[in-house]
């Protein structure tokens, strides 16, 4: 794996530093990117989709265990730099660009690369893109059946929070709908370079088998409109002749509520 040392030689010898308008930390504790590695149980015949490469230190780990790399970086020189370095690999795709078309849908040549595949998103995510990203594709891309990321430690408690906590919120609901979520390792600033100015969580999302729901883009609706009035009861925000299932009580509040039972919501209206 490349060392502190070697990032800073490579980028320095191109005349590049990280950018932080691109959301360049990168992490060179060796023993956390063989964990992110381990816990994703990458091997030969896995298909990655790693966000965010960087220098490639993560890369070179997941094409070591056999895996066929799909690497999505924004940064021109550093697509250059990958390309010098890992080209020649017939396992490795780089695709130079947005991982994302306007915030909320997988770009057009991400998702003709992947195809129908099974996949895994294995990646030490710039943190602007790790919610957008991983809500897309819980929402649209069932396939995308494991992630192994490290992103803001915020991020990961509100994805895995329970209900009646403050960071419990729409993330949570959709998440915890289709998906188990640990939070694996937290990570304090040092374990990145630069250092960023936040903490920093590993979490695993594992895709259930049977997901609570079959409509997550309309659970993910419900989720924000009842989350953007949190403070008011639940029959001020859906009307008193909604037809609230047994067990929710309309003068409560969306926060006490279980993933399953704004899921139950989601049905109620729809029935």
């Known amino acids: 794996m490349q060392t502190l040392a070697e990032i800073r030689a490579l980028l320095e010898s191109r005349g590049f530093a990280p950018r932080k308008s691109f959301g360049q930390n990168f992490l060179i504790d060796h023993n956390l990117l063989r964990k992110l590695a381990d816990s994703s149980e990458v091997g030969p015949g896995s298909l990655v989709l790693e966000v965010g490469p960087g220098t490639g230190t993560l890369t ?19 697509c250059e730099l ?15 660009g947005d991982c994302l078309a306007k915030k909320s849908q997988l770009s057009t040549e991400v998702a003709s690369k992947i195809g129908g595949r099974g996949f895994s998103l294995v990646a030490n995510l710039p943190y602007g893109a790790a919610t957008p990203l991983i809500m897309t594709l819980l929402v649209d891309h069932p396939n995308c059946e494991r992630m192994c990321v490290t992103i803001q430690r915020e991020v990961a408690e509100r994805m895995a929070a329970a209900h009646g906590s403050k960071a419990y919120g729409p993330i949570s609901v959709v998440a915890q709908s289709c998906a188990e979520v640990r939070i694996i390792a937290n990570l304090p600033p040092s374990c990145f370079w630069p250092r960023p100015e936040v903490n920093s969580a590993m979490v695993r999302i594992d895709r259930l088998g049977h997901p609570l729901c079959g409509d997550l883009q309309g659970l993910a609706l419900l989720s924000k409109r009842l989350f953007s ?6 029959g001020s925000v859906l009307g008193r002749n909604f037809p609230f299932p047994d067990g929710v009580d309309p003068g409560a509040r969306v926060e006490s509520l279980t993933p399953a039972q704004i899921v139950g919501l989601l049905q109620a209206r729809e029935s």
């Not at 997941?62 to 940064?75: F, K, S």
């Not at 009035?229 to 639940?234: A, D, G, I």
């Open 60 to 78: 070179e780990e997941l094409l070591d265990r056999g895996a066929e790399v799909i690497a999505c970086e924004l940064d021109r020189g550093l």
């Open 82 to 96: 990958l390309r010098e370095r890992l080209g020649a690999n017939d396992r490795f795709t780089l695709i130079e």
């Open 229 to 234: 009035s949190r403070r008011k009861q639940l």
